[in-house]
């Protein structure tokens, strides 16, 4: 190399020092030695014991027999499963919506993004007051269209199963709470398909609408395969920020997924196995099983990618 | 023309249902931050307050210590927005202005590390920290800024590279120091970047709750976003009081995001869209 490159490359290195001291500090280091402690049994208290996969094998027990581990991977896709498909669904119909010529565009535009800057600590404690079984607002509301009222946070129900809301068993628990939650903070989410639909050149609305096409088949054969990068960056990015969520969750399950570990998930567990119960060599076994999971995850959606997601000026 | 019209007057009906249901949690949170307790435990579902109860707001701040919670959630703020901006824009010039081996490999790794599950990493952190002697100080929460992060790194690196490469090659060729392109030149053509950066981790600061939980156990060394909710667990029974200081919790927010609009979602776009 030359003198000159030399001193750039010494220079660029002065630039990078703060970030690179954290990117071994802060990350590289943590992230090893968190593999390391997976394979020992520490409580800070007394020095770590090597105790092979031990902590694996534990996993692997709980994950069979649903105990707190199987019960916190379940809770975790439950969240997951829900909340990310619910808010691309209910963002992109927002976004959609609004990018036609509507009255009063700005101000739905500013009602929909608000509650996503409301903090998590603040939404939840707004939430546990709205979802109240008795004095709720939710709950006073269906009960004057004459719905049962869920037991929100206060029931271990699972969702999905409607018919047993209908039979008036209160088929809406603790994690569907969580799932509204998620949806009411949506806008976020919705501002940035909302920028993406300002980028479709309108040319193409114009040339389908020449050749006839109704306002569902542009939908279908112009807005959604022009919105599909952004569809899948969201896919990506909310399945990963969904297996994290952590604030929400602590405050309405009082730090510990109550009721009956029914909110109990996987960063809460992680959590408190790490700090509560000072088992610092399971705490990493989980951690590091839940990165591997969301790696081997996001590799499948974007191997699985080119099939669905439309990239613009990629050629055929 | 005509035509759209008649597509747009159901998602006009939708939107405005939609709209209600979204602002409805917010409405309910003011109006029940203003009733008087005896109102809630025989009638919680009375719309508006019997009788507007602007004392609950004192009430709130005076159960808890507020003001050292807010003062606490300021210097953390401050702290870490100032941290982020010094290590961060250091970072996104040597990534954009610099040249030397490996920088596009670097940066995929930079990149790489925003999909890290922070609980990976979370157990390591906590014990350097506190081999640091940062246990249960904000110390805890500000330090880690000073050494960069990768979204902000990503979103100033993203605006740099629009600013045309022959103002700070001219610079260069007449003596300029790297320092001075980045102090002079760079830095104040960057500034709606910088204000990004800086909006982002303000409000990231201001509700972080896992820092605190995780790093501080002395009541007077807590954030708001703490405090708060310690003043739930004991004070769970006392609903108005609870959204009152809810709200005063949410506000500095919504008025940010009022004020500072487009940075907001200059923001939100930028980083959205790149997928």
Sequence with gaps: MSAIRMRA??????????????????????????????????????????????????????????????????????????????????????????????????????????????????????????????????????????????????????????????AGNGGFGSKDGLVLMSLWGVGNFMI??????????????????????????????????????????????????????????????????????????????????????????????????VFVVIVAVTVALFRTSHRWVFYQGAGR | MNRKRRTTWWAQAILAVAAALFATPLVWMLLTSFKPAEQIAADPHRVLPVEWRAANYVEAVTTMPYFRYLRNSLLLCAGSVVGTLWSCSLAAYAFTRLRWPMRNQVFGVMVATMLLPWHVTMIPRFLLLRELGLYNTLGALIVPTFFGEAFSIFLLRQFFLTIPEEISEAARLDGCSEWRI???????????????????????????????????????????????????????????????????FTLPMVLLFFFAQRTFIRGIATTGMKG
Excluded at chain 1, 204 to 226: K, Q
């Design chain 1, 9 to 166: 490359a010494w220079t660029a290195l002065l630039f990078l020092l703060p970030w690179l001291a954290g990117f071994f500090a802060l990350v590289v280091f943590p992230f090893g030695a968190s593999l390391y402690w997976s394979f020992q049994q520490y409580d800070m208290l007394t020095p770590p014991r090597y105790v092979g996969t031990a902590n694996y094998a534990r996993l692997a027990e709980e994950l069979v027999t649903g105990e707190r581990f199987g019960q916190a991977a379940w809770n975790t896709a439950y969240y997951a499963l829900l909340s990310v498909p619910l808010s691309i669904v209910l963002g992109v119909s927002l976004a959609v919506m609004l990018s036609w010529n509507v009255r009063g565009r700005a101000v739905y535009r500013t009602i929909f993004f608000l509650p996503s800057v409301v903090p998590a600590v603040a939404s939840s404690i707004l939430w546990l007051w709205l979802l109240d079984p008795q004095a709720g607002l939710v709950n006073y509301v269906l009960s004057l269209v004459g719905l049962p009222g869920p037991g929100w946070f206060n029931s271990t129900a699972e969702a999905a199963w409607l018919p047993a809301w209908f």
């Design chain 1, 192 to 289: 940035i398909y909302l920028a993406a639909l300002g980028d479709i050149p309108p040319q193409l609305y114009e040339a389908a609408e020449l050749d006839g096409a109704g306002p569902v088949r542009r939908f279908r054969h112009i807005t959604l395969p022009m919105l599909s990068p952004v569809i899948f960056f969201n896919l990506v990015m909310g399945l990963i920020q969904a297996v994290q969520a952590f604030t929400q969750i602590y405050i309405v399950s009082e730090g510990q997924g109550a009721p009956a570990g029914s909110t109990l998930v996987l960063s809460l567990y992680i959590f408190l196995s790490a700090f509560k119960y000072l088992d610092m060599g399971y705490a990493s076994a989980i951690a590091w099983l």
């Design chain 2, 182 to 248: 980045f102090w002079r030149i760079m830095l104040p053509l960057a500034r709606p970047a910088l204000a990004t950066v800086a909006l982002f981790q303000f409000i990231a600061s201001w509700n972080d709750f896992n820092g605190p939980l995780l790093y501080l156990n002395d009541p007077s060394r807590f954030p708001l976003a703490y405090g708060l909710e310690q003043f739930v667990s004991s004070y769970s029974s006392q609903t108005n009081l609870l959204m009152a200081s809810a709200v005063l």
